[in-house]
Every structure is written in C-alpha cells, then in structure tokens.
C-alpha cells in the first residue's frame, strides 16, 4: 500500500525485541545542551511475539504488500490508529494526560471534548501555540493545556485513568493518523506506566505558561445539568 509518509519510529532487533520511538534520529532529538531539548520516549518491547508481529509488518511494508494486523495491543495508521485512539478517548472515566506536538484532528478535538464535558480531567502538554482555534474549543469543555516552558514537545503518549498508557508516532492530525505509516503500542504494564506518569506530572508542574486552568464550576454547572436532565419523567 502507498503511504504518504513513512513517519514510524522503530527498531527491530533480531525479530525478537523491538523499540518503538517518538524520536528521530536526528541530533535534535539528543542534543540535550539545546535551549529547549527534546522531549520524547522509548519503549523496549522484550516480548518475542509482539516483536515478530512488528517485523511481520515491516516485512510487508518493504516488499510493498497490505500487512495483516495481529495484536491489538499495536496501533497502526493509516489502518486501525483513528478507530483505536478514538475508543481509548471514549472510555476514560476519570484522567487522560496527554503530550502531544500537535492536535487538529477534528474528531479527536471532539472526542477531547465531550470526555471534558463528561467530568474527566484532562491535561494536555504541548509547544505548539499555533492551534489557538483547536485549544478554545478543548478548553470551552473544561480541557487543561499548558505550554512547556523548558522542552519541546516532541513525545505523543496518552495516559489514560493511569491504567493505560499509548506511545509511539502518531500526531493527533488528519494526515497521521489517516495518511502516514504510524504505529504506536498499548501499554498495560504499571511500573511503565507509573514512569511516564511521573515524567509528566515533573514537566506539568514546570511549565509556567498555561493557556487555561480547569473551570471547575463550568463543570460542575454542566454535570448537574445533565444530572436534572435525566431525571425528568
């Protein structure tokens, strides 16, 4: 299959572990003496299955052949990244804390918002300040973003109810998820999880430039809207 852009980020060793990356291997994304460094991650995948499950795909996508998706633990665009992320989205109940370099898919954006106008508390990190559109919209529904003050914001990772956890190279945009060779990986494993939570809630707490804070009272008001809503007869 044609892809307009081959924008995944993978190793694959031996077929029996992988790393899945938000980096390029590029000297940005090590130059830790820059005015604004990088932020990005790395996950290494030590189970022999899902690495084969990726080689399998690399195979198919060198010799220029449809792959066959396996493991529903691995997301892949153009094929299964918009309907995966859309169904991870959906089901937080509680938290969702995101870095994301970039937001403009529309049915992302609406998704990011009906879970805010539902009760969960979302908070986006980002360094791009040109969505402003996108960013009134997400924080009309009760949507925290802050800009990072120290690094650039390189990473896309979802965390989600601090339960799950996606990472890899996807951008939450129309062309990475529907056009590109994307693919990102479920993460289950608490002690990752624990991790990344912990790395975010260190560069939340030191970015200085918030776009918004959480109305509360916004959400609350809706919350008990709905509540006398559904309790007419």
Same mark, same amino acid.
């Given at each position: 299959?044609?892809?307009?852009?081959?924008?995944?980020?993978?190793?694959?060793?031996?077929?029996?572990?992988?790393?899945?990356?938000?980096?390029?291997?590029?000297?940005?994304?090590?130059?830790?003496?820059?005015?604004?460094?990088?932020?990005?991650?790395?996950?290494?995948?030590?189970?022999?299955?899902?690495?084969?499950?990726?080689?399998?795909?690399?195979?198919?996508?060198?010799?220029?052949?449809?792959?066959?998706?396996?493991?529903?633990?691995?997301?892949?665009?153009?094929?299964?990244?918009?309907?995966?992320?859309?169904?991870?989205?959906?089901?937080?109940?509680?938290?969702?804390?995101?870095?994301?370099? /970039? &937001?403009?898919? =529309?049915?992302?954006?609406?998704?990011?918002? %009906?879970?805010?106008?539902?009760?969960? *508390? +979302?908070?986006?990190?980002?360094?791009?300040?040109?969505?402003?559109?996108?960013?009134?919209?997400?924080?009309?529904?009760?949507?925290?973003?802050?800009?990072?003050?120290?690094?650039?914001?390189?990473?896309?990772?979802?965390?989600?109810?601090?339960?799950?956890?996606?990472?890899?190279?996807?951008?939450?945009?129309?062309?990475?998820?529907?056009?590109?060779?994307?693919?990102?990986?479920?993460?289950?494993?608490? /002690? &990752?999880?624990? =991790?990344?939570?912990?790395?975010?809630?260190? %560069?939340?707490?030191?970015?200085?430039? *918030? +776009?918004?804070?959480?109305?509360?009272?916004?959400?609350?008001?809706?919350?008990?809207?709905?509540?006398?809503?559904?309790?007419?007869?």
């Amino acid at each position: 299959d044609n892809m307009r852009l081959t924008h995944q980020k993978t190793l694959i060793l031996d077929d029996k572990k992988a790393i899945v990356m938000t980096f390029n291997f590029t000297h940005s994304s090590f130059d830790v003496k820059a005015s604004h460094p990088q932020r990005n991650f790395g996950l290494i995948i030590d189970d022999p299955k899902m690495a084969q499950d990726i080689a399998e795909v690399f195979n198919a996508d060198f010799q220029h052949q449809r792959p066959s998706m396996k493991n529903d633990d691995l997301i892949y665009s153009p094929y299964n990244s918009r309907e995966k992320w859309l169904q991870y989205i959906n089901q937080a109940k509680h938290s969702i804390k995101m870095y994301a370099q /970039s &937001i403009s898919d =529309k049915e992302i954006v609406n998704a990011l918002s %009906d879970a805010g106008n539902r009760g969960v *508390k +979302i908070e986006i990190l980002t360094t791009d300040k040109s969505k402003q559109a996108v960013y009134q919209e997400l924080t009309q529904s009760g949507v925290d973003l802050e800009i990072s003050k120290h690094y650039y914001i390189h990473a896309k990772v979802i965390i989600i109810d601090n339960q799950i956890a996606i990472l890899g190279s996807i951008n939450l945009t129309r062309a990475s998820l529907d056009d590109n060779r994307e693919l990102a990986v479920v993460i289950r494993d608490a /002690s &990752i999880i624990q =991790k990344l939570n912990d790395t975010f809630q260190h %560069d939340w707490q030191s970015s200085e430039h *918030k +776009i918004t804070r959480r109305s509360h009272q916004k959400t609350f008001t809706r919350q008990l809207k709905q509540f006398m809503k559904s309790m007419q007869f």
